[in-house]
C-alpha cells in the first residue's frame, strides 16, 4: 500500500492492514517488514490487543492443523513424496479439473471437441512455442512434475494415435526469432491446425508486469500467417 500511496509510512500500512483484516504480510526477504510497526500501533491504540488475537487466532488453528506443531512422526503429511502426489489417482483428479476449467470464448461450426476417431486419417499440424515446450506450459508459482508426466499438446495428440506435424515456429516465448517458411511448410499440408501461444513465465511473474496484453514477439504474426 506504501508503494501505491494509499500510505505513506509502514507504520499507517500496519494500521490499515489489521483494521482491514489482514493477518499475513509476504515479507520474505525484507530487513524491515510492515508488521514489524505492530507493537507501535499498539502503543498509540490505533489498533486493539483483542484485534490482534482476533487476527493471529486463524494463522496458529491453521498451523496446527497442518501438524507444524507435532513431532514429524505425529505428523501424516511427513510421509507424503512423489509417489502419493503423483499418483495415477491425483494425476487424474489433475487432468479432471483442467478439462472443466477450459475456457472456450468461440466455437465456430462446433469445430471442437476434437475427438480421437474424428482425428483418424487426419493430418494434424501443432504449432507454436508453447506446442512442445515442457518448461513454459507452468506458471508463477506452479510445482512442476516429474517430466514423465508432463504432457505438451503434441505429446497428448500423439498418444491419440493422431498423424502430428510440428515446428514451434519460435524457440521460446519471447519469440524474437519467428521462422515463416517453416511454419507455413506444415500449416499447408494440414487438415487441422493447433496454435500454442502465451506468455509463461519468461515474459511476465509477478513483480514483472507488461504495459499490454498483446502477444510477445512475433506470435502474432504466427498466429496471422497460420490463419491465411
Known sequence: ????????????????????????????????????????ALAMGNITLQMLRDRVRPLFYTRMRLGEFDPPAMNPYSSLDLSVVQSPEHRNLSLEAAVKSFVLLKNVRGTLPLRAQDLSGQHVAVVGPFADNPRVLFGDYAPVPEPQ?????????EKLGANVSFTAGCSEPRCQQYSRAELVKVVGAADVVLVCLGTGVDVETEAKDRSDLSLPGHQLELLQDAVQ
Not at 505513506?8 to 483494521?19: C, G, K, P, Q
Not at 508426466?149 to 495428440?157: A, H, K, N, S
Open 149 to 157: 508426466y508432463i504432457y505438451t499438446p503434441r505429446r497428448g495428440l
Open 1 to 40: 500500500m506504501l508503494g501505491h500511496h494509499y500510505t505513506h509510512s509502514f507504520l499507517e500500512t500496519a494500521v490499515a492492514s489489521v483494521n482491514a483484516g489482514c493477518n499475513l504480510e509476504l515479507s520474505y526477504g525484507m530487513r524491515n517488514n510492515v508488521f514489524m510497526h505492530i507493537p507501535q
